[in-house]
């Protein structure tokens, strides 16, 4: 088994792919007797081993689809293994949608929200804050039902819990009538970072990407409509063009370029500031959300104060500048609103995302190692699902409420059933 930007690979000793709750009840327990560790993988999307095992691996892709709507509440009840780019059009379906996504569609909804998957927007927290309920399987075999109304307490744990509490086979989300979202994107000068919470306060969902050894940045600002309102998309040849040829397709030519002749790196970046996300269009919200990634590459997300963006990104700039690296992947400009599940990463604090990546047949330890000190210095904490080189030691004094998630997983897992070598290194023994 290996993740998709191949980051992390693990041999299990069995994969069982259940196709009801009552199969997954079925496998908790035989692993149990037979002292083997469980795992439930979902689309294999992150990029740490957070969801690899040497015990059983719980294939979950059989349990998709919805299981009930509460029309009345625009509460939706999916199972585990749903992923988002097909949960979407059945949300829609009902007139309804999530109230914010990521970048990417590939992850099932368990594992998108086990590992604090999140959009962008100073008004909208992240996927796991939208869970309402949920339903799990324990380490002794039991179906937990965890509510408002049921062991609430353990709600901010279960909603973002690592797959380290039990295997989540149904959630319940917290949607909202269906809408449309009106896109601008645009390049700019480098100089918007000193302006970017300014600008992000001022528009429903505000991100940038920063070509590495250019000054310029790629924003994309979108406006949320009803959906009742009158509207033209992409055509399809302006989307190809766009998203499949230059976004894909070229930008896979330009990574293999860079492994052979690194030099022209910052020539093609150069010319990919200047010609790429320029474009005006509205379409149902999961459309523009969204966007293909067909070129495979590694991750490290750092959530930082919101007010800490710009010196942060500024430091990355100068990093790059100094040690001579040839980058020729764009970094990521985000923020999110506070909340209060206990490990998000904007957990009590509003927060800005600053993501790095490298094509996935690079080197990427010491531009991540670099950039991560970086984050660090910032009282960084680091997303779940992607790369980093964090530990339970160094991670606890970053989140209030790290003692109290423990003491759930001790009472939900004491033997560590659901346990795996990626727990072990950011939650402890």
Known sequence: ??????????????????????????????????????????????????????GVLLDLAALSGIVRVDAERQRVTVLAGTALHALSPLLAAHGLALQNMGDIDRQTIAGATSTGTHGTGLGFRGLATQITAAT?????????????????????AVQLGLGALGVLVEVELQCVPAFLLHAEERGEPFAVVDEFLDRAAAVDHFEAYWWPHTERLSTKSNTRLALETPYRPLGRLAEWWEDEFFGNGLHWLTCQL?????PLTPGINRLAAALYGKRSYTAPSHEVFTSPRRVRFQEMEYAIPAEALAPAIREVKRLVEREGWRVSFPVELRVAAADDTWLSTAHGRQSAYIAVHRYWREDARPYFTAVEHIMRAHDGRPHWGKLHGRTAADLAPEYPRFGDFLAVRDRLDPDRVFANAYTRRVLGE
């Open 136 to 156: 799990l399987v324990t380490a002794h075999g039991q179906v937990l039902r965890v509510s408002e109304a049921e062991h609430p307490e353990l709600l901010p």
């Open 1 to 54: 088994m290996r993740t998709w930007g191949r980051t992390a690979t693990a041999v299990p000793v069995g994969v069982s792919r259940p196709t009801t709750i009552d199969g997954v009840v079925t496998v908790v327990r035989a692993a149990r007797e037979h002292g083997l560790t469980v795992k439930a993988i979902g689309s294999a999307h992150s990029f740490t081993d957070i969801a690899l095992t040497e």
């Open 258 to 262: 860079g492994l052979v002749a690194p």
